[in-house]
């Protein structure tokens, strides 16, 4: 049987989820079924969210295991009457923070976005159409602008990681796709060399490749084993040729590609 | 002086943010210098952080602030050495989770990828491109496929949802733009009511709305107040007659929009 998680949350619960999941990845004899509920910011949906988790707790095995994030405190004395294994931050660490910092907390639901609006709102929504509108090569006449460019074959992850990078981080990134006529003329196509500075180059196992393309256009030329391996062989020489910095996207995230993008590199956040 | 921040850990460090900030937005009287150092991951990059830390503590008139997720205990025990207030969510709850769970944990890093890997991958791929091959009205043949259609005047915010909503849940996010033109009809556009129960209106302050507008085309008709105002107020009109849920976006971030879309709507998110 499954054990019950639920993250919740008197805000977005994104957070809840981020530090729940990250602990619960360390154990790997153990399948979880979860589920997430935000926006738990008044008593009567909290005293609900009570009354779930503890039917939840009398069919089940072991008691659910709950992650959660709950700032106001009236909130967070209900959660308390729930039969669960409760982990919350804001209770294990305010008080210390509060010490530390020689001030209380506000207890005040939805301040993480007061602090980051309007400049850094602008600075994401802008970095997110910088990169739609520099995907996939459609315009190069904004490479100047651009922080970085990701290049590499076509569905190797380009696109998902310059759209991460513009909302989570405001980097705006345009990407590139190296095509088989790229490949054959066995140089950088001009406009790359121009910003040879800014390019970073991704890579992915053939076969991941394969399965990919596949799902887009079945039985093609174009997801065919063959095809993939020459690709990704070529545009790997192209990288190492041109001395492009590049990482295999295989066993990553979007997440991942990004943050290691942006370590390698050093390119600067615009959002910190 | 600002008091200096530190998310550090042995992976992408999105979790060290997103719990650190959380719980320092709560704190409205100091001003912090953030910095995250993510992929510290060998001991010799982390004796460089603490020696850093270190060197920071003494140049401060108050002890640098760290918040870490690491999950390699030579690294963490390194860390140890840090001069600054620590608080670490896998020191602070793993103890206790492995009673509960009555099993040791891995420590092993980058295991909350693996577990998310391929399957899921996939549908975030997806998810994404399915959100920019619809966006912006380009394409509406696909939309009997799509989670949700997102309609809302030009720059309310209705792109950057529907991408975190693609990668953050899987989920198939369509926009629709609402013109002057669908707005003088005084009737929803054909095509949107054929999916009338997919349909999610986003609404923004006209002020807002013309400050967002003025950066991409100052002092035009499209960005001026007179104009915002009308086509806001409009576009309200149309969402409360046709009886379309809606939000006001003006003071949420991207995040906030999509998981408050989810919630009201109660979309199933494919990805938990």
Request: aromatic share 8%.
């Amino acid at each position: 049987m499954k054990r019950k998680v639920y993250f919740i949350s008197d805000g977005t619960g994104i957070t809840a989820e981020s530090f729940g999941k990250s602990l619960l990845a360390q154990f790997d004899h153990v399948e979880f079924d979860n589920l997430t509920l935000p926006y738990v910011d008044t008593p009567e949906k909290a005293q609900a969210v009570v009354a779930d988790i503890n039917r939840q707790a009398e069919i089940s095995e072991h008691k659910p295991l709950l992650f959660s994030t709950i700032i106001d405190e009236q909130i967070s004395e209900i959660m308390k009457g729930a039969n669960a294994y409760t982990t919350d931050i804001f209770q294990a660490f305010m008080p210390g923070l509060e010490q530390e910092l020689r001030q209380h907390a506000m207890h005040k639901i939805g301040q993480k976005r007061a602090i980051t609006a309007n400049t850094q709102y602008n600075q994401r929504i802008d970095a997110v159409h910088f990169a739609l509108d520099n995907d996939d090569g459609a315009k190069t006449r904004y490479y100047d602008k651009a922080d970085v460019l990701i290049i590499g074959v076509s569905r190797c992850g380009k696109t998902p990681t310059c759209l991460y990078m513009g909302l989570q981080f405001g980097i705006r990134a345009a990407n590139y796709p190296i095509t088989e006529d790229d490949l054959d003329m066995m140089r950088l196509p001009a406009i790359l060399k121009e910003h040879k500075n800014k390019l970073f180059g991704l890579t992915i196992d053939a076969e991941h490749l394969a399965a990919i393309r596949n799902e887009r256009r079945p039985n093609s030329r174009y997801s065919s084993a063959r095809q993939c391996e020459m690709e990704v062989n070529e545009v790997e020489q192209m990288f190492q040729r041109e001395n492009i910095p590049y990482i295999n996207t295989t066993r990553y995230s979007v997440e991942e590609i990004a943050t290691r993008i942006i370590a390698q590199t050093g390119i600067e956040r615009r959002l910190k």
